[in-house]
């Protein structure tokens, strides 16, 4: 780079790399599909390969993996010098959803009931990504053109549960159903971008549409409604997915031009269109930020953001009966919260030891917000953040990060805000022997809130009596053992908790009520051991064992919420869920190679309890594949 | 907002004023950060050391003969030749001045060690101990280089989280390894992505483990899908500019704008879903209708009320307000209550 070559470098051939595999995947599944959310619960050949050519000036890469028609990774790369590079990213996934099975606990009463109309149904969605960049530069010259995009869709049948009957309080019924998913969410940007001596610049558009299909609006019949707003019966239209259309625009500025000082600016502008119901929101964001590094060891960091978010939403909306279109009714619509949000930050990196170093950061952020009386949210809201953080090498074998954050926010807007936290984290790694890895992670934090804020049904804001305190702490730990060159042990193991207590406002007798303190609290353990060991060159054996208990519940005391039953019963929650995984590979002379994997996946639901909307379920998977290697 | 037509007036004007201002020849030079090549003799300790090209380096030492078949193969490695076209790049401009490294070292000697069956090695420790350089002067190796036009996705890299955190290119990047571990152009494929990241991010992988969560176990989703580990300007190094942004590149059914809208709160979606991975179904991070009932009142009970009428209200809330994202139809009540 700062010298003539005394010779011409004679670039080597570089021999291209392909390798094929092909095989059958089995697979069998009992009970819930959530047993095994995210794997096409089907038998399916599988089919793959892997293609690099390297001869300059071009560089090919294929790589394909393809499970079955929804489940695939292809990738394609190519470049010609550095004037053109191209990746496209292709991949498909199918998730499994639930059918969930309404309770009615008591038939003979007709509300609140339930209409099931999906009995035995299975759903599951099949979702496509696909992605593409192109970067055209120009020769000799640091400009580039580019264009990326995405293509994301959604294709499958899920359950709609909704309210029907009249959809009002004397009239509730639960309905459940199945609706077809057909959507398709399409980006395109088009950028430039120069390096143009002291600094560079990108700008770029972008254009964003979705499109709803299948399903994309339900009917159904709905009896009269004596709310305030009354309203006849009639064949009305509810869940609609609207379609959307949207554009964004960004300029970039990065400097770094004296290398002790870079600088970074970035203002875009994203415009939101709800094409069904003509709301709009446009969204400003500009953001700066400065890195100094006086000296090697100390370094500040300044960032600025201001957002404004402009909503924009109809003053009126009209529902109308399909079937009789002078049956239709108009409605008032409060305007969306419109917002203002600057945020300033400042930071500090020093090295205070070579092995010892120290940040800290404090930042300030205002949130303006419109219409905000309507909403029962205050005017504004302030945000305080103070954080402090220390890695150091206590040992050659022994590394410790530490990390404190405070939090103080002034008119919290929603009750899960806190007005102050505290947050603590620390890391400690350990290497007591050469073959032995340890990691301990813990984490703890602490959010307290003085006073709640709820509305009423009759629109007015009720103070609660009680404050909220929220704790959170996990903890992690880890041990690898490198038993020998070609034997290693993994275990690891999560703790996770946490609780809310605050107090639970309802009505009762036609009253404000409150059930003061209570506890919310959930758990999760997750065990974990995975072992790698290739017992001769040619063969490779893989396998990992995975168990996670976790459980919620929380624990109300007013009698109006335990009599006759529990409320908490109707959502109470202890799942098992244990995954194992078995792998191994034998290579042939010749590049052949025979590979086979087995997954196992179970899910309890350890409560059994007939309430909630967890079912039991288990699969099984065998992969028999075959591969080459040119 | 007619934003668009004032970002093009900026670059119309920005664009020739800067060619003024820095000369066509400058904006040609594509030069690295100045005083780069100062520095990196202040790193090796020894301001008499001089470059002495790849073909010294190269002939001398044969250890590292498998590396630059490795780095030969490597993006990188076509900018060893004038002929690329590309900005020339060198052992040197990683590792250093070689002079010193090679000193004493004669063709005569390597051909007499050969003959003694023995490779002639070079003084290593006179280049740049980059595995044992402070993070940040780690990147500064590539980022002499890298400036944000050659690879634009480092326009936020120097106040990230990971350039602040002592995260270095590499960490992540392997320059002389990547295609004898499989790898392509330095950097893993995004099937893979998930097994790096957990390098430091284990408790996430763990998290991960949660009954419900994103298929970044399963491999088919990638950390990259959401994050940018380059840095970005938002919290968490998301790839898009806010939360829902991010969220609404796969869940755009969920973005809106709509009618009725749900306060703000779903201009940040964690403030209901953990997006790794959580206890609650649809990776909420509290179970409904305890995930309600922090802000909202529930519905009219007693002790009174029947078993039926405490389990439809109590239950899952989101059974009856099934658009809870936000909806254009109002509710019977004539409200937005998100029933419709």
């Given at each position: 780079m700062y010298e003539e070559e005394p010779e011409a470098y004679v670039f080597p051939a570089i021999t291209p790399v392909l390798s094929a595999f092909t095989g059958y995947g089995f697979v069998d599944a009992k009970g819930s599909a959530r047993g095994n959310e995210y794997e096409y619960l089907h038998n399916s050949i599988l089919l793959g390969g892997e293609l690099k050519v390297f001869s300059f000036p071009h560089r090919l890469h294929l790589d394909l993996d393809l499970r079955n028609k929804n489940d695939y990774v292809g990738e394609a790369s190519y470049a010609f010098k550095d004037i053109v590079s191209f990746r496209e990213i292709n991949r498909a996934l199918f998730h499994n959803l639930d059918n969930i099975t309404l309770k009615d606990l008591d038939p003979v009463t007709p509300s609140p009931g339930v209409d099931i109309r999906d009995a035995g149904k299975e759903y599951g969605l099949k979702a496509g990504l696909n992605s593409f960049l192109l970067r055209l530069k120009t020769p000799d010259f640091p400009s580039h053109f580019y264009i990326d995009g995405s293509l994301i869709e959604r294709k499958g049948v899920q359950q709609q549960i909704s309210l029907s009957g009249s959809g009002y309080f004397n009239d509730i019924v639960r309905k459940s159903r199945q609706r077809d998913i057909d959507w398709e969410t399409r980006t395109v940007t088009v950028g430039v971008n120069s390096h143009l001596g002291p600094f560079e610049l990108d700008i770029s558009h972008g254009e964003k549409r979705f499109d709803a299909g299948g399903d994309k609006v339900l009917y159904e019949d709905y009896a009269a409604a004596n709310s305030a707003a009354p309203r006849g019966a009639g064949r009305y239209p509810y869940s609609l997915v609207p379609e959307l259309r949207g554009s964004t625009n960004t300029i970039k500025l990065h400097t770094s031009y004296t290398g002790g000082i870079v600088a970074a600016a970035t203002l875009s502008q994203t415009d939101r269109e709800n094409r069904d119901s003509g709301a709009k929101a446009d969204y400003l964001i500009g953001n700066g930020e400065i890195t100094w590094a006086p000296v090697a060891k100390l370094a500040f960091f300044l960032k600025y953001r201001h957002k404004e978010t402009d909503s924009d939403n109809p003053d009126a909306v009209t529902l109308r009966d399909i079937n009789d279109p002078a049956n239709s009714y108009a409605y008032g619509v409060r305007p969306s919260i419109s917002s203002k949000t600057d945020t300033a930050s400042t930071a500090m990196r020093y090295r205070l030891l070579a092995a010892v170093t120290l940040r800290s950061e404090y930042t300030y952020e205002t949130v303006r917000r419109e219409n905000a009386n309507q909403w029962a949210v205050p005017d504004s809201t302030q945000r305080h953040v103070f954080s402090l953080s220390a890695d150091s090498r206590v040992l050659k074998n022994l590394s410790l990060k530490t990390q404190y954050t405070h939090r103080e926010i002034h008119n919290?807007?929603?009750?899960?805000?806190?007005d102050r936290s505290d947050e603590g984290k620390i890391s400690l790694s350990w290497i007591p022997l050469q073959r032995i890895n340890t990691l301990l992670v813990y984490s703890l934090s602490e959010e307290k809130r003085d006073a709640l804020l709820y509305v009423d049904r009759s629109g007015a804001v009720v103070t609660s009596p009680g404050k909220r305190d929220v704790q959170r702490d996990k903890v992690f730990g880890s041990v690898l053992f490198l038993l020998n060159d070609n034997l290693s042990l993994n275990t690891a193991y999560l703790y996770m908790r946490s609780r809310t207590q605050q107090d639970v406002a309802y009505r009762s007798n036609s009253a404000n009520a409150f059930d003061t303190q209570v506890p919310y609290k959930e758990k999760a353990h997750n065990y974990s051991v995975d072992l790698s060991y290739i017992p001769w060159e040619n063969v490779n054996i893989n396998a990992g064992l995975s168990q996670t208990i976790s459980s919620s519940r929380f624990f109300p005391g007013a009698g109006d919420l335990l009599e006759p039953v529990s409320i908490d019963s109707f959502s109470e929650l202890k799942i098992k869920e244990t995954t194992l995984l078995l792998s191994g590979g034998y290579k042939f002379k010749g590049g052949l190679q025979l590979g086979v994997a087995y997954n196992y996946r179970t899910i309890k639901n350890e409560l059994d309890n007939s309430f909630n909307d967890w079912e039991d379920g288990i699969s099984h998977a065998l992969m028999l594949t075959i591969s080459k290697r040119w | 907002m007619k934003f668009s037509g004032i970002i093009y007036g900026i670059f119309l004007v920005v664009l020739p004023v800067t060619i003024a201002i820095s000369g066509c020849e400058s904006l040609k030079s594509s030069r690295a950060i100045l005083p780069m090549k100062e520095y990196e003799r202040m790193i090796v300790g020894r301001l008499d050391a001089q470059y002495v090209g790849t073909q010294n380096c190269l002939s001398a030492c044969h250890y590292h003969d498998e590396i630059r078949h490795n780095l030969d193969a490597?993006?990188?490695?076509?900018?060893?030749?004038?002929?690329?076209?590309?900005?020339l790049v060198n052992c040197e401009s990683c590792h250093g001045p070689g002079s010193l490294a090679i000193e004493g070292i004669t063709p005569e000697k390597v051909e007499m060690d050969a003959k003694n069956g023995k490779q002639t090695a070079c003084n290593y420790t006179t280049l740049i101990d980059i595995k044992n350089l402070p993070a940040q002067a780690q990147s500064l190796i590539c980022l002499k280089c890298h400036t944000a036009n050659a690879t634009f996705n480092l326009h936020n890299w120097n106040a990230g989280a990971h350039a602040f955190s002592d995260v270095s290119c590499i960490s992540c990047h392997s320059i002389c390894s990547a295609f004898k571990m499989?790898?392509?152009?330095?950097k893993v494929q995004p099937k893979d992505t998930a097994e790096m990241c957990y390098k430091c991010h284990q408790d996430v992988r763990a998290e991960f483990?949660?009954?419900?969560?994103?298929p970044v176990p399963e491999k088919k989703l990638f950390c990259t899908d959401c994050h940018d580990a380059h840095g970005t300007n938002n919290d968490k190094l998301l790839?898009?500019?806010?939360v829902k942004q991010t969220c609404a590149m796969c869940h755009a059914d969920k973005e809106g704008p709509f009618v009725y809208e749900h306060a703000e709160i779903t201009e940040d979606c964690t403030t209901c879903h953990n997006p790794h991975g959580s206890v609650s179904n649809n990776l909420l991070i509290l179970r409904e209708p305890f995930l309600c009932l922090q802000c909202h009142q529930g519905h009219s009970t007693s002790a009174a009320s029947a078993m039926e009428r405490k389990g439809a209200y109590y239950t899952q809330c989101t059974y009856c307000h099934s658009r809870i994202h936000g909806t254009d139809l109002p509710s019977a009540s004539g409200k937005g209550k998100f029933t419709q």
């Open positions: 919290p807007a929603y009750n899960t805000e806190p | 490597s993006t990188m490695g076509v900018q060893l030749s004038r002929k690329s076209g590309m900005p499989g790898k392509y152009d330095l483990s949660l009954p419900t969560h994103h790839r898009k500019e806010t």
